[in-house]
Structures are given as C-alpha cells and as structure tokens.
C-alpha cells in the first residue's frame, strides 16, 4: 500500500467537507399554512387557494386559516345530509367550531392527526361544505442506530457512543441503563460499576421519534499484566498503555503493525516496509491539565487501521477504528482515559 501521497486531507477541510454535506441534506419538511375562502363574492362556497375546492390536502402538523370574504358564514366540523338546503340535518362532530361570523373574520386549526375531517356552514348546511384531509408527514421518522467503543468496556473506560441513525434526526435522548442520561448525538459515558447495561438511542426529527437498544457488558477493571514491549507492542506514558494497531486490507489480509519507540510518550508503526511509517502514536499524562491520559494518533495510511490502546494500571481499554479506504482522520482524545493518577 503506498501512502504518504495527500491523500490524507487536512483536517479543516475535512470538517469543510463535513459542513457542507450536512448542508446538502435533504431538508426536513416544515409545517405550512393552508388558506380556504369563506363565502368568497358572496357565494356559499369554501374555496381552498391551492386546490380551488372545497378541499384541502394536508400533512399532519400543518394548519388551515379560514378567511371570511362575507358571512355570515361558519366553519364548524361535522356531516350533512346530503341533497339537503338551508333546512337540512347537520350533525357537528365537536373537533372545531369557529362560530357564526361575517367578513373579515380569520380562524386557524392546526391538525395534528392523520384522517378526513369534513365541516359545513351552520348557515348554510348542505349548500356549504368542505372537507380537509390530512395525510402522514411528510418525511419519515429516523431510524435509530448507534454504535460505541469499546464494545467490551471495563469499569472507568470512558465509552464513546456515536449516532449512525438515519433519517437526519435533530434531537436525541440517551438512557446509559444505570440512572444516567444524554441528549447529544454522540455522547462519552463511563460506567461505574461492573454489570450488563441497556443502553437505549431514541432520536427525533420532525416527522417521528424510532428508538434501538443495545445491551452493554460492563467487566471489572483492575491492574493487569505490565506492559511489555514487543515487535508489534508500543509501551507509553512512561510505559504504563500498551498501544497496539492492526491493519486490514482490501484484500482481507490483516497484521499487527511493526512497533518503533520514539520517546517516552511516543512512537510509529510501519505496517509494510520499514522505511514507510504508516502512524504516529502517542499518549500524554495530563492529569494535572484535565484529569485525563490523552491519546493521540495520525495515520499516513487509508488501509483500515484498528488502534488499541491498554492502561495497564487500571485495565481500562480504548479502541480507535479508521474504515478502509479512508483517509486516516487524526485521533485526538483528550478524554481518553479518565484513569489518573
Ligand atoms: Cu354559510
């Protein structure tokens, strides 16, 4: 794999190119307002401005304006029999009633349910009639997904969880399965104590709430073996995390990436030729700057990349995953690992 070329974009424009794929998502359809004639040029007549009927297509969440052209006129929901005059058998049904009213008047329902809702004129009856008929959102709702890392965290490993859902939410609300809550897309969670979780996304958009579960195993922590630095082994931080990466290709072919220390709190992996670093890792004690190991990594590579990284004093683990074909995005995880001192 040859890398090295620039391929790797830098990392504003990378976000550049993030903004502005978010921009050219589709647009979630907003409410709209729909305005019906009453009694226009004096005639019994309910005229809708879009249909020139007396009906009226609309979407749940939008609303209807009837505006009086003359009265006295009502728009008051419910059935007539039909054929019938001025004399004729109405039955309102009670959803909305605006009342008798004369030109000039203005009434507004929004309708928040999916169905057929007809309405005629107390005045008139069967002589003025219309109907409204509200139809699903427009849209779907999203489908919820998500994924985390480390998918097998033990007590005090910070766990990242990312929104993959689809359908361009715009709120999310996050149950961690022990008391604790988010309302952010991708939200950083540790848990306190070893267990099995449920953790549950529901997201939101303007046409629906979908929500999906995943049950997250939770291991005791405690110290494990020192680290111990090998061909495919990094010890940092004064070798307290052991930092590993594996490669894949698209080919399926996969291996541990060659180890080279560079100093206490850093070094490289070459993956197929010495002479060609592929990534820069390192990890930083920052638990006098934000009670944090920091851990960084850059990639010179787009072959996927899974990086490990072992706190040996705690047994808390990260794991940082670059897709194949990918340019290497940068990691830079100042809250990597909440493990002080
Ligand atoms: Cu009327």
């Known amino acids: ?9 830098p990392q504003r424009l990378a976000l550049a190119t ?14 709209a307002t729909f305005v019906v004639n009453v009694g226009g040029s004096g005639y019994t007549t309910f005229v809708d401005q879009a249909s020139g009927t007396n009906t009226t297509t609309i ?3 939008d609303t209807v304006q ?3 052209a003359s009265g006295p006129h009502s728009v008051t929901s419910g059935t007539c029999e039909p054929g019938g005059g001025y004399g004729s058998a109405c039955t309102a049904d009670g959803v909305w009633d605006s009342g008798v009213q004369n030109a000039n008047f203005s ?3 929004t309708f928040n349910q999916q169905g057929n809702f007809p309405y005629y004129c107390g005045i008139h009856r069967s002589m003025m009639l219309g109907v409204v008929i509200v139809q699903a959102a427009s849209g779907s709702g999203p489908t919820s997904a998500f994924r985390l890392q480390p998918t097998g965290p033990v007590v005090g490993t910070m766990v990242h969880f990312t929104d993959t859902s689809t359908g361009s939410p715009t709120s999310w609300s996050w149950d961690f399965g022990d008391g604790h809550v988010a309302n952010v897309a991708n939200p950083s969670h540790f848990f306190a104590a070893a267990g099995s979780y449920t953790v549950t996304l529901t997201a939101t958009n303007a046409s629906g709430s979908n929500s999906a579960s995943k049950t997250v195993v939770v291991a005791a922590g405690g110290p494990t073996a020192p680290c111990r630095a090998d061909a495919e082994t990094l010890c940092l931080s004064n070798g307290r995390f052991q930092v590993t990466a594996q490669w894949e290709k698209p080919d399926s072919s996969t291996g541990f990436g060659k180890a080279m220390p560079l100093t206490s709190d850093s070094g490289y992996f070459w993956f197929f030729d010495p002479a060609n670093i592929e990534m820069v890792a ?3 004690n920052a638990c006098g700057v934000n009670g944090n190991f920091w851990v960084f990594g850059a990639g010179l590579t787009n072959v996927k990349v899974t990086v490990d990284a072992l706190d040996t004093a705690t047994g808390v683990s990260e794991q940082y995953v670059n897709p194949l074909n990918v340019a290497f995005g940068p990691i830079q995880d100042t809250a990597a690992f909440p493990t002080c001192p």
């Open 107 to 109: 009434y507004s329902r």
């Open 18 to 31: 993030l903004i502005a794929a978010l921009a050219a998502a589709p647009s979630l359809a907003r409410a």
């Open 66 to 68: 009837w505006n009086w």
């Open 282 to 284: 390192k990890v930083l």
């Open 1 to 9: 794999m040859r890398n090295g070329t620039p391929e790797r974009l």
């Open 59 to 61: 979407h749940v969440g």
